[in-house]
């Protein structure tokens, strides 16, 4: 099985992880296989028959670049998740394993905590980044969609919060974990004596390591078979 696997945005944090955990999977490469193109994973999954796919692939960024960028982050991750998955199910792939994210669930007062995975789509996303959110759900929908009418073994994980090698530690579209490192990186460099915090200190978060992420997917890959997404990573 492991031989068989194609992994999707190997270049990535989690991507670099995967690289780590399942160094026999093929990991190619956005200028081989521009997933924006409809094209361009169709024709490397009919030239190799890949049983297994991880879909790690996506348009990712942090709380000010989903602001900033709302409507990209809809039409890049829709449409990267469309052709990932309609390749997978033209060309016979056995099984998907797409990654969504804890932050499409819906906000308060939609949701109670802890999240569960059936409370995915009882209302919107929090406004911030509903962009990403949107397109993210949908790989729900259309993972559920290609189940049902041809029988595809599509399934979904939801992890949390990720850190870890290869993040990404720009400061205008990183995430909490990384931004909060350079930031104190910096100032610990230059004498400062405070760093700037975004938000308001107030939310609460659960953070999992990429690598654990990783291991859990090469389970998920052997072990998951359900139409349900599952939620995934680290609850402290
Ligand atoms: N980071 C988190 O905290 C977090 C939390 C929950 C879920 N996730 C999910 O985990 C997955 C991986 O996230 P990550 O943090 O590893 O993101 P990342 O570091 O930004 O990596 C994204 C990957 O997607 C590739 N990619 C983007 N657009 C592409 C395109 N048009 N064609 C081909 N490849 C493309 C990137 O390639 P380039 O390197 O060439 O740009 C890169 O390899 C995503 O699906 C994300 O939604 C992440």
Redesign the pocket.
Known sequence: MKKNTLV????????AAMRRVLPSAYYPR?QD????EAGALYAELRAINYDYIVH?????GGVKANADFVSDFYY?NEK?NQNVLYAAKEAGVKKVVS?L??CVYPDAPHVTYPLTEEQLHMGPPHQSNFGYAYA?RMVDVMSRAYRQQYGCNFITAI?N??YGEND?FDLENS?AIPALMRKIWEAKLNGALSVECWGTGRPLREFTYSEDIARILVFLLENYNDAHPINIGNTE
Not at 8 to 13: L, P, R
Not at 56 to 60: D, F, G, M, P, S
């Open positions: 999707t945005g190997g270049s990535g944090m989690v991507g956005r296989e521009n997933l924006l790690l692939a996506a348009k990712v890049e990267i990654l994210s804890t993210k992890p919060n990720l990404n995430h």
